[in-house]
């Protein structure tokens, strides 16, 4: 990018910001045609900075940035509008979703259908929706659009379609593969299955079976940890710690 090139008129979500200076904020902020990127925000720790009420997270903003290099300097924030704020268990998964997004998004990575599935999660969450079936959906999105897309519905090992009376092993990076049932089975009984029915529940966000939510649940977090190569989720762990007390 040109150091005099500028972009306006953006639609962004801010997932992060930091202190720079005595002054400044720098923003991580996830834009709909630019992905991921950070912004300098000059002066926006000012008492009378008028962007101290602007730059909120959870929130659509209106941005325009110039510059070049890695950090690009914050020209103009407008708050958009139109969105509740969150509160108690949805404000915790929300800063859940951002943390994933911070943790496995590449930066200037656009993905459109990721951005938009963020912001309609967000909606769902100001509105008191069903928490953890939209957490499932965008976290398969999310999946998808950095390459790892699930394959729920045909058996990895033999390529037939998945059934919904079976038992299955997922393996990571393959797919799902039908664990024997019957007296050869015995010496699988220690591995961790999924049923049919959940993996094809899940393929068509069908959240309707108790059983599907959990057993849901339990796959994308196998998932997600494996694609953070194991390192720790500061936002779960504090959202667990909250349940507990």
Do not use: C
Not at 36 to 48: D, F, I, V
């Amino acid at each position: 990018m040109s150091t005099r090139q500028r972009i306006d008129g953006q639609i962004a979500w801010i997932l992060h910001s930091y202190p720079y200076s005595e002054t400044s904020l720098i923003i991580d902020v996830l834009s709909r045609d630019f992905g991921r990127l950070p912004l300098m925000a000059r002066g926006a720790r000012r008492p009378r900075s008028a962007l101290r009420g602007v730059l909120q997270a959870f929130q659509p903003i209106e941005l325009g940035w110039f510059g070049a290099g890695e950090v690009r300097t914050l020209a103009k924030a407008e708050w958009v509008g139109g969105m509740p704020l969150l509160g108690g268990a949805a404000l915790m998964l929300g800063y859940y979703v951002n943390e994933l997004l911070l943790r496995l998004l590449p930066r200037e990575d656009a993905h459109p259908a990721l951005f938009d599935a963020y912001a309609a999660s967000l909606q769902a969450l100001s509105r008191g929706e069903a928490h953890e079936s939209r957490l499932r959906q965008f976290e398969k999105i999310l999946l998808k659009e950095l390459g790892y897309g699930l394959a729920l519905e045909r058996d990895a090992a033999s390529g037939r379609p998945v059934l919904a009376e079976r038992n299955y092993q997922y393996l990571i990076e393959r797919g799902p593969v039908e664990v024997p049932s019957g007296p050869d089975a015995a010496e699988d009984t220690h591995l961790r299955t999924i049923r049919g029915k959940t993996l094809l529940d899940l393929a068509h966000d069908d959240f309707s079976d108790s059983q599907t939510l959990a057993e849901s649940k339990t796959l994308m977090r196998r998932l997600i940890n494996h694609h953070l190569a194991g390192q720790p989720l500061q936002s779960r762990r504090v959202f667990i710690e909250l349940q507990e007390l």
